[in-house]
């Protein structure tokens, strides 16, 4: 196990990757962006890791001894925690990616990857978690959205979303009616844009819309653009 930088000023980050010239390289970029970092090498020094610490982002590996990237994942999720997490695989596999993301990632990389990339990837997805400034509720029927308290609820009950499902669906709130395409929306939310990468916004909204359960309908595909929320 490897001590975390605890005088770093943007929160600690958890890198769970058994490759050790890789977690290195991770570590030595993310310090330097003033991160905090904590390495585990297998699965089941990383989640105790997640649960012990509760930092502000996890970089897990899917391919890790003892248990993957994808199990810690759902573990923590199961635990109630939401902390953002980001997949690393050298697998380019889109069966890989999806079910990474089901079990409620917010972002994959593939490796090989640009330590400047994944570095980029976190603050982006910090941003994302923190918030925007403050604004009014979004309702529409049974679903209120707070983008200030960054809650969700229908029908009153709240629900339990990533930081990139609240992202995603707070971006179609905000202007209901209006049609985003696949890579609108991968721009606005991810803040990057590929056409290779659409297929995750189809899995996050995917995901949301299961959350949603009866209100579901409130997206709708536009078949051959994207999505939109109805008005």
Do not use: N
Not at 53 to 71: F, K, Y
Not at 89 to 112: M, N, Q, S
Not at 114 to 124: G, H, Q
């Amino acid at each position: 196990m490897m001590s975390a930088v605890t005088d770093a000023s943007k929160g600690l980050v958890l890198v769970v990757e058994d490759e050790r010239p890789i977690a290195d390289l991770v570590r030595l970029y993310l310090s330097r962006e003033g991160f905090g970092v904590q390495v585990e090498h297998d699965g089941a020094a990383g989640l105790a890791a997640a649960r012990r610490l509760r930092p502000v982002a996890c970089i897990l590996d899917i391919a890790l001894p003892g248990m993957d990237g994808t199990e810690i994942c759902r573990r923590m999720r199961t635990d109630g925690d939401w902390t953002p997490v980001i997949f690393l695989t050298a697998r380019d596999d889109e069966v890989d990616r999806i079910l990474g993301l089901e079990l409620g990632g917010d972002d994959y990389v593939t490796k090989p990857f640009s330590p400047r990339e994944l570095v980029t990837r976190v603050k982006a997805l910090l941003r994302r978690a923190a918030g925007p400034a403050p604004d009014r509720v979004r309702v529409l029927g049974p679903l209120a959205l707070d983008p200030e308290r960054r809650a969700v609820s229908v029908d009153g009950a709240p629900l339990m979303l990533t930081a990139t499902e609240f992202d995603l669906l707070a971006h179609l709130l905000g202007r209901p009616g209006r049609v985003f395409t696949r890579e609108e929306l991968l721009a606005a939310v991810w803040g990057y844009a590929s056409h290779a990468g659409t297929r995750t916004v189809d899995v996050h909204v995917a995901q949301v819309r299961a959350k949603l359960g009866d209100s579901a309908s409130l997206i709708r595909t536009v078949r051959g653009v994207g999505y939109c929320v109805d008005a």
